[in-house]
C-alpha cells in the first residue's frame, strides 16, 4: 500500500469522523472493506485516539441518545449495544450517568403511538399495546405506569 492510498484512507476516515460519531469496531470493519491492511488500520486508528477523533464513552453517548430519540426502552438499548460491540461495563455507566427516567421514556413511547386510545381498553388492545412497548425494550412495570397515566403534552 503507497502513501497515497494511505492518505486516501486516512482521508476517508475523517470524513467519516466528521459527519457522526464511530466505535473503533466499525471504523475496523469500514477500513477492511476498503482492503486496508490490519496493521495500517491499527495505527491509523490509534493516531485518530490520540487526537481525539474517537471516543468509545462519547460514542456511546451518543448511541443512548440516538435510541432514546426513537423512545427505546433499556433492553432494546442493551441488546443493540451488544451487536455494536459497546463493553457492557461502559454502557452501564454511561446509562447511570445519563439519569434516564424510563418510565417517563415508557410513557413517551406509548403517547406517541396511542394517543387516540381512551377508557377501558379490550384484551386485544391491551395485548398489542404491550407486544408494541416490550419490542421497544421496556419492561411490564414500566408497561403498566405508561397505560395507567393519562397523555401528557409531551
Not at 4 to 23: A, G
Not at 57 to 69: G, M, N, P, T, V
Request: proline share 1%; net charge neutral.
Amino acid at each position: 500500500m503507497d502513501d497515497k492510498e494511505k492518505q486516501k484512507l486516512k482521508n476517508y476516515v475523517l470524513w467519516l469522523l466528521s459527519r457522526q460519531e464511530y466505535s473503533r469496531r466499525d471504523l475496523t470493519f469500514k477500513l477492511q472493506q476498503k482492503g486496508a491492511s490490519a496493521d495500517f488500520i491499527a495505527s491509523l486508528l490509534d493516531w485518530c485516539e490520540h487526537h481525539s477523533f474517537i471516543d468509545e464513552k462519547r460514542y456511546c453517548e451518543s448511541f443512548i441518545r440516538r435510541h432514546l430519540a426513537k423512545l427505546h426502552g433499556l433492553k432494546r438499548i442493551q441488546a443493540e449495544a451488544a451487536g455494536k460491540g459497546i463493553e457492557r461495563t461502559l454502557l452501564e455507566t454511561t446509562l447511570d450517568e445519563m439519569e434516564i427516567d424510563w418510565y417517563q421514556q415508557a410513557q413517551a413511547a406509548y403517547n406517541r403511538k396511542f394517543s387516540g386510545i381512551t377508557g377501558n381498553l379490550e384484551f386485544k388492545e391491551k395485548a398489542k399495546i404491550l407486544r408494541y412497548l416490550m419490542y421497544r425494550g421496556f419492561n411490564h412495570e414500566q408497561i403498566e405506569f405508561a397505560m395507567q397515566t393519562e397523555p401528557s403534552d409531551e
